[in-house]
């Protein structure tokens, strides 16, 4: 069989989202190959969570194409989202439902038989140790045990595309080793990954690529270490705060604290 890898998993041409008069997103054009995991980083309020939504189809009054697995989403019946998996940044867990109940509905959701989606989530909860907590509500979990059930929900299908919003929230530094050690054996496996985060030492070490978005606009877009050659900077870091023209942040955190404590500790 012959398999063509250049086309794209991903990709969207001149998409541009409005909320009102506002452009939240301004002609974006964004290609994503099998196997790339994506770093989206970007300033609060720069668009990436509207972008996410945009390609689940959550949104859908924005202009331009989108396509996944080489499919227009907007002629879609989004049976293309069985194929995705989904961290979102600020999710709503059935709080009410055990982790077993509410895996196992999750499995159902993405066609998967309930015995197998139990069996399968019942397995992945002993990877994380938390095989006492099964039969357990989730309302009584840990903030760190709530994002390992939300990780195991969007992976339980073992989908070929996997959007993840903060993946990271509230995991301590072990079960962080192991998430950032699961994504990149997925990836060597041919899943593609877009990973969304803020935390920029994570995003440099687990990202093939990355994209920088300021303002609705793709400010950078490569590898790293492009990015580094490009912009004379040894972090994703400082690359961050170069191509944000943010380099005053002493001056603004002096400020803060002089409102704060009534410039009492100024000379
Ligand atoms: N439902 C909405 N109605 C109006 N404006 C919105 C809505 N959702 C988002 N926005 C605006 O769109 C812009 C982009 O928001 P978005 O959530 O995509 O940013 P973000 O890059 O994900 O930010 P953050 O890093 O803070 O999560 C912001 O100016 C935000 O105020």
Partial sequence: MITIHDEPILS?????MRYSNN???????????????IGYIGPNGAGKSTTLKILLGLIEDYQG?????????????????????????NAELYDNLTACEYLTFIGELYGMDRHDAEEKA???????QMEDVFHNRIASFSKGMRQKILIISSLLHNPDLIFLDEPLSGLDANSVMVIKDILEQLVAQGKTIFYSSHIMDVVEKISNRIVLLIDGEIAADGTFEA?????????????????TGFDDYKQTAQQFVDIVTD???RE
């Fill in 23 to 37: 452009v939240v997103l301004n002609g974006i054009n964004l290609d994503v190959h099998r196997g790339e995991i």
């Fill in 65 to 89: 194409t989108v396509e996944v697995f080489g499919e227009d989403i907007a002629a879609s019946d989004y049976s293309y989202k069985r194929k995705i998996g989904y961290v979102p940044e």
């Fill in 227 to 243: 990015l580094q050659e490009q912009n004379k900077q040894g972090s994703l870091e400082g690359i961050f705060n170069q191509l």
């Fill in 122 to 128: 019942e397995n992945l909860i002993l990877q994380f």
């Fill in 12 to 16: 969207l041409k001149n998409v541009t």
């Fill in 263 to 265: 410039g009492e500790g």
